[in-house]
């Protein structure tokens, strides 16, 4: 069981919008801690996609964005424009309080239909 | 370029012990925060055990008192010494480096580590 909660498995067509949830608590999220997205490829390390809650590092495309609710305890990651390449997990990250440490989500699997 | 190297995995007994290493480059272990995460066969990330400035390190309830994260300053390497050995703890090790926002940058390409009788 994860701190933070991730739907298992979400869809889309090719050019869709999907949207992954990331539900945690008022020890992590809830406590004002920012939230880390991450995506990873099968066999490969995983890739920072999102910080502090909606920031992209250089050379993630913008068509990914992210937002976490305003003293509330969830965040989301947005892809619009599906491609092929987008099949991948992906992972939400905080840091809680009560653990003293890194939290992640179960992680989601995308695929492109 | 910036580069994490993971070193030492392999097949190991439970109750066993064993020291992976993480080779840096580009960047300075000790002038960083630095982090271990694992990922079980099929399953998602988990956070292991992180080292701050002094060199103050944290770890999960699943591996506290059977793990030590530390560096060394002279091979610019991160270590993570793990005894006591289970099957559970079986899984991918990455070492990652965090920056100044809680977000891990930087991940090493991984290393497995199999316990198993």
């Known amino acids: 069981q994860s701190v933070l909660t991730q739907p298992p498995s979400v869809s889309g067509a090719p050019g869709q919008r999907v949207t992954i949830s990331c539900t945690g608590s008022?020890?992590?999220?809830?406590?004002?801690?920012?939230v880390q997205w991450y995506q990873q490829y099968p066999g490969t390390a995983p890739r920072l996609l999102i910080y502090?809650?909606?920031?992209?590092p250089s050379g993630v495309p913008d068509r990914i964005s992210a937002s976490a609710s305003k003293s509330g305890t969830s965040a989301s990651l947005a892809i619009t424009g599906l491609q092929a390449e987008d099949e991948a997990d992906y992972y939400c990250?905080?840091?809680?309080?009560?653990?003293?440490?890194?939290?992640f989500g179960g992680g989601t699997k995308l695929t492109v239909l | 370029e910036v580069q994490l190297v993971e070193t030492g995995g392999g097949l190991f007994q439970p109750g066993g012990s064993v020291r992976l290493s993480c080779a840096a480059s580009?960047?300075?272990?000790?002038?960083?925060?630095m982090h271990w995460v694992r990922q079980a066969p099929g399953k998602g990330l988990q956070w292991v055990a992180g080292i701050y400035t002094g060199d103050t390190a944290t770890y999960g309830d699943s591996v506290k008192g059977r793990f030590t994260i530390s560096r060394d300053t002279s091979n610019n390497t991160l270590f993570l010494q793990m005894s006591t050995l289970r099957v559970e703890d079986t899984a991918v090790y990455f070492c990652a480096r965090e920056d100044s926002v809680e977000a891990f940058d930087i991940w090493g390409q991984g290393t497995m580590v199999v316990v198993s009788s």
């Open positions: 502090e809650n909606k920031n992209r």
């Open positions: 580009g960047l300075v272990v000790t002038s960083n925060y």
């Open positions: 008022s020890s992590n999220i809830g406590a004002g801690y920012g």
């Open positions: 990250q905080s840091y809680d309080d009560s653990l003293s440490g890194s939290v």
